[in-house]
């Protein structure tokens, strides 16, 4: 298979995923038992009839469920997410103010953690089975084995509550509104505690992928040829075993940034991060089903694109991965 | 004779488990809380939703782990949240194992038409993010312990599914296949009786760690509210403890650290499984 029909198949599979995806959610919300009309406007015995009759023709809720999902469809071809039932504001608008406080979280925690991680991985292998790798070992499984809203509970008791080190929840400091560069500082200030809750989360995982791959290197012929030609043991590591072992923790960074936008949903409650997260919760609460299914939309469009962008490095880095499919 | 055979295999396979010993720290850590959680309804302690005593105190020789907000004994809760947790997390990682080994080795024995109908179900699921899933899900249709269990299983299945499907796919080539072929066995007949069994291991292992992330997941969505509000998880009290956790902080860290620890327990047994069954999967 050339390159060019191997792009073109997994754009096409992305494609018909994303289809799929989008048709579950709609049916799903759309057979919802329950009119958001009473959710959003209140009790029917309150409503008149024209306000009811007014809205559902508005939201399109008055034609058959098929053709409503063919429109939806069409929309959303042409870019358009409807407009939310309860800002009536359009739905990407919603949507865009939230991503950049989303991504800002969980960006910085994914490239913290995969930092840290592959840097404690591979130091832990060069100590392998001694205290500190058996010590590191035994945390992150801890921080693997703890849910992650409830980790930040505990961080932000201890260091929010009791050590008042920094903010309990929030974006910012609002009895003191900043300006200008100081303003961008009370932000990252807010986001110290959650971005270190999250990566806390996610760094079990790089570490573990580093730190086994690169026990198992250890056994190669090429490690001991090095320590036999008396190569200081901190170079073997950082420049020839990291070779070896940094492929799968990248791997998975990518991933992870696909999830990105949603991954966060829990952490924001906990810390009162006005992000994707709040907005999913906030608008499943209230029915707000265009920003919930606008939302879906943008969640499943990233992991997809990232994860055929991946498949399509990989074919290019390595020819074998075109003729598997 | 064959039933013997398979008596004593299974003991050296027990012999070769219990030697290892993060998965016998597992075992004595879950057996505890298992214990407790089945012996609770037998124990003197009071009933779960009974609000007898003085709200918000701290632990007291009255109530070992202290009161709630409406004045419920937290050791009672606790217990009985065990209950709750167990059974969704081992109901859920069941019902999300019989899935995805069912499909998982069907789309690896069958390729062509049906196999490429559940590798795409796979393919779908695998990007819906679960939880998301699962958030709209319990909005939609209402809370209760039943759709809990289900919704976990329906959205965390594909995981089990891809192990499943890649196992099966190298077992088939194996000789003792082609042999069953070869004396005119059917396909059904050799999945079933001779693939299966020979691939079933990782994915096992792999589902006592889907009892823990069904564990962490039904926390998760119980502490967003969406739990069953009719019976005490340890996710729910986390969630009812919130608006007290300065003043009252012990009403949701002690089902936290249950919840941990529990966690903890699963994980150990499950990790050691997989090292044990498959060392390339344990990498995770």
């Known amino acids: 298979m050339g390159l060019a029909s191997y792009a073109t198949k997994k754009i096409l599979e992305g494609f018909f995923t994303v289809i799929i995806a989008i048709t579950i959610i709609f049916f799903l919300v759309n057979l919802a038992p329950g009119n958001p009309i009473y959710f959003i406007a209140g009790d029917p015995v309150f409503l008149s009839p024209a306000v009811v009759e ?230 499943i609460r209230e029915r707000d089903y265009p920003v919930l299914m606008g939302i879906y939309f943008t969640i499943v469009v990233t992991i997809v694109a990232v994860s055929v962008v991946l498949d399509l490095i990989y074919g290019i880095l390595d020819p074998r991965i075109k003729s598997r499919g | 004779m064959a039933r013997e055979l398979r008596i004593s295999e299974a003991l050296r396979s027990a012999r070769f488990i219990f030697r290892d010993r993060s998965v016998v720290a597992g075992i004595v850590m879950l057996s505890f809380i298992g214990l407790l959680a089945v012996l609770v309804p037998y124990l003197n302690v009071p009933y779960f939703n009974s609000m007898d005593f003085p709200r918000f105190s701290p632990p007291s020789p009255k109530n070992p782990l202290g009161t709630d907000h409406l004045g419920r004994d937290m050791l009672a809760r606790v217990l009985w949240g065990a209950r709750v947790s167990l059974a969704i997390g081992i109901c859920a990682a069941g019902l999300a194992s019989v899935i995805g080994i069912v499909l998982g080795s069907v789309s690896g024995y069958f390729r062509g038409r049906v196999g490429a109908v559940i590798d795409g179900l796979i393919n779908v699921f695998q990007v819906i993010p679960a939880f998301f899933l699962a958030l709209v899900l319990l909005v939609i249709f209402g809370s209760s312990l039943y759709l809990l269990m289900l919704v976990i299983a329906v959205t965390t299945w594909p995981m089990i599914a891809r192990i499943m499907r890649a196992q099966v796919l190298s077992v088939k080539e194996r000789l003792f296949v082609e042999a069953a072929k070869a004396i005119g066995c059917g396909d059904i007949h050799i999945l079933f009786k001779h693939v299966i069994p020979h691939a079933i291991p990782p994915a096992l292992a792999y589902t006592i760690l889907e009892i823990g992330s069904a564990i962490m997941m039904e926390a998760g969505l119980s502490y967003l509210g969406l739990g069953d509000p009719n019976y005490p998880s340890w996710g729910r009290m986390i969630y009812e403890g919130q608006p007290y956790i300065v003043s009252a902080p012990w009403i949701s860290l002690i089902p936290g650290v249950f919840l941990v620890y529990t966690v903890i327990g699963v994980n150990l047994v499950g990790n050691g499984l997989l090292k044990i069954f498959n060392p390339k999967l344990a990498q995770r």
């Open chain 1, 54 to 283: 007014y809205y559902t023709k508005l939201w399109g809720l008055d034609k058959p469920l098929y053709e409503r999902y063919l429109i939806y469809l069409s929309n959303l071809f042409r870019g358009e997410l409807g407009n939310s039932y309860r800002f009536g504001g359009p739905v990407a608008q919603v949507i865009v103010e939230r991503i950049p406080l989303t991504l800002s979280l969980t960006i910085t925690s994914n490239v913290l953690a995969f930092i840290a991680g592959t840097f404690l991985g591979l130091r832990a292998a060069r100590s392998f089975g001694k205290g500190f790798d058996s010590a590191l070992t035994v945390t992150t499984f801890f921080f693997n084995s703890i849910p992650g809203f409830f980790l930040g509970i505990l961080l932000m008791l201890t260091f929010g509550v009791y050590l008042k080190l920094f903010p309990v929840a929030g974006l910012m400091d609002l009895r003191n509104p900043k300006t200008g560069i100081m303003l961008y500082l009370d932000i990252a200030y807010h986001a110290f505690l959650p971005v270190l809750t999250l990566t806390l989360i996610l760094l079990p995982a790089y570490f573990k992928t580093v730190r086994d791959s690169a026990v198992q290197q250890l056994g190669e012929d090429y490690v001991m040829t090095l320590r036999a030609v008396g190569m200081d043991e901190r170079r073997i590591f950082n420049k020839h075993v990291f070779r070896n072992v940094i492929l799968p923790p990248i791997t998975l960074l990518a991933i992870r940034l696909g999830f990105s936008l949603a991954g966060a949903a829990l952490i924001e409650n906990v810390f009162g991060w006005p992000g994707m997260g709040r907005l999913l919760l906030d608008s």
